[in-house]
């Protein structure tokens, strides 16, 4: 049974019999999703755990709890130790990215050797409000204004997993008294309360903080409005994009400069952003979509554009391409 905090269509989508991934940090979110589903019945849960070598003692201690809490509940436990800052500066990707890649990498790994490839993420309703945030300042469109689906199919090289986020509505103040009330146990990570240490925090600490202050109000509240109303029109969008996309695009993720040039400018910034993100090149936005399409210009400068991650487009025999840099 839910907590009468919780809906009870929570889970409703979700059969119990069948077997689920659940990405588990030991932190607060996870420990709380982890302990909701398998009190509704969920009792396959594959639990997975990364350590992303950041923390050194504190990961390996995270780790040990995890392990700990899957056996105790009966659960199939797999875990990984990645060292994340080395991956960020070879891939030239933000510690963020590069921890979300290497956990997507894993899951993916592990749904191939428990055929499954349903993935549960304990993201909530204060996630979202950040990733909202964030996405905005870093400039972007419908889709990123969209923040995270609650259900979104990604492809790992050759496998597809289906990430699911059923506590995307649930905001913090509630899972943080389901924890206390329940008495659940969980590992509080340092990073968490360190505004300095990145983005994310600060968005989280400062930020939303004086966004209130300045407003009277609960920002939060208008944030997740704005993130359904925009992620419904990015689905009727998508469609027409992905149509147009597939045929701007050969077999060698070439992108047709011609055909990109007819297009509208809404659609040439999705089509290009579309194109980036299945390139994965990470943390890319406005500013580095806007940069791929002076590569339309007749002038033929410039001849390449730098992107993060190490990458940089080139446009010649009317492809714009992608390079190591």
Partial sequence: MLPDDFSPDLF?????????????????????????LHRSGFSKLVVCHVDHGLRGRSSTADAGFVRKVAADLGL??????????????????SLETAARHARHEFFAEVSTRHRCRD???????????ETVLINLFRGTGIRGLAGMQAQREIRVGRKRIVIHRPLLGIRRAEIDR???????????????????????????????PELNEIFGRD???SIQRLAKVMGHEESLREQQTSTIF?????????????????????DQFRVVLRWLAKSRVPDCGFEEAERVLTLLSESGQPAKINLPGNRHARRRSGRIFLEKS
Avoid: C
Avoid at 76 to 93: D, H, N, P, W, Y
Avoid at 183 to 190: A, P
Avoid at 254 to 261: E, K
């Fill in 76 to 93: 199939t436990f797999e875990s990984r130790k990645i060292e994340v800052r080395k991956r960020a500066k070879e891939t030239g990707q």
């Fill in 246 to 266: 597939g045929r701007l695009v050969d077999e060698k993720k070439r992108l047709d400069a011609r055909g990109l040039q007819k297009l509208e400018t809404a």
């Fill in 219 to 221: 920002t939060g509240l």
């Fill in 119 to 129: 993935v549960f993420l304990a993201h909530h309703a204060g996630d979202q409000i």
């Fill in 12 to 36: 409703r989508r979700y059969s119990p019999k069948r077997k689920y991934l659940i990405g588990v940090s030991g932190g607060r979110d996870s420990m709380a999703l982890l302990h909701l």
């Fill in 178 to 208: 389901f924890v206390k009330e329940n008495e659940i146990g969980f590992r509080e990570d340092e990073s968490n309360s360190d505004p300095a240490l990145a983005l994310r925090n600060r968005v989280r600490h400062q930020l939303i």
